[in-house]
C-alpha cells in the first residue's frame, strides 16, 4: 500500500467511525500515522504502535512529535522517543550497549516513523481517565480500532496501560503466549506480532524512574529474546 492509498482508507474508516459512533470532526482523535509519513512508517524496522489511552489538549497524534526542552515537563515525548530508541537500536543490534540518553546526539529528534493511537478516540480534554472509562470505549469502538490497527499493520504494539483492553478486545488470535514477565510489565507473542504490557509515557515520577522504566524494557527484549519468536525478528549474534 502506497501513501495515497493509505490516506483513501484512512479517512473512509475515520468518516465511517465519525458516523456511526456520533463523534465529531471537532472532538474525534486524529491518530496513527500521517499520510505524509507513510513511506517513513513503511520502511521502520520495526514498526512500533504506541497505543495509549487518550489525547489531551491540541495535540494530533497522526503528526508525529518533536522532542525538545528538558525532561521535566515533557515526559511523554521523552519518554516514548527512549523507548523507541531502545527497541530499534537492539533490533539492528541485539548486542548493542544501548543508554536511556543515547539519542540526545540528534536532539532535537522528530519522530514521525511510529504509530500513535488513542484507545479512546473522543477527545474530552481530560488530564486523567480510569481504565475502566477506556475499556468502556475500547468496547465501544473494537470494530474501528481492530480496522485502524490492521490497515498499521504495526510489528510491536506497545501497549500503554492498555494490554487489558487490547488482550480482551483486540488481539489478532486466541493463542496469547508469555515470552518474558518484569515489574508488572510483560512481552506477549499475538500471531506474527510482539505486544508489549508497559507504563503510560506520562509517568511523572522524574528521570529517575523514566530510566527505571527503560531498564526494564531493555530487560524483557534482552533476556526474553524477544525478536527471536517473530519472522520479522533478526536472530541475536
Known sequence: MNATEYQTRINELFDRWKKAQGYTDENFTVDGVAPENWDKWNHSKPKILFLLKENW???EPQ?????????EGHFFTWNIARWRHLIQ????????DVQPDDFHAKFPIVVEDCALVEAKKINEAQGTSSNIQIYEYVVKDKAYLKEQLDLLDPQIILCCYTENAYRQRLRLNDHYPELIKKSNCGCYKDGNRLVIDFYHPSVREGHTRSVELFEILKFMIKEGRVFEHFDWGKKPD
Do not use: M
Open 57 to 59: 489538549g491540541d495535540f
Open 63 to 71: 503528526d508525529g512529535f518533536t522532542i525538545k526542552g528538558d525532561f
Open 89 to 96: 537500536t537492539l533490533f539492528s543490534d541485539f548486542s548493542a
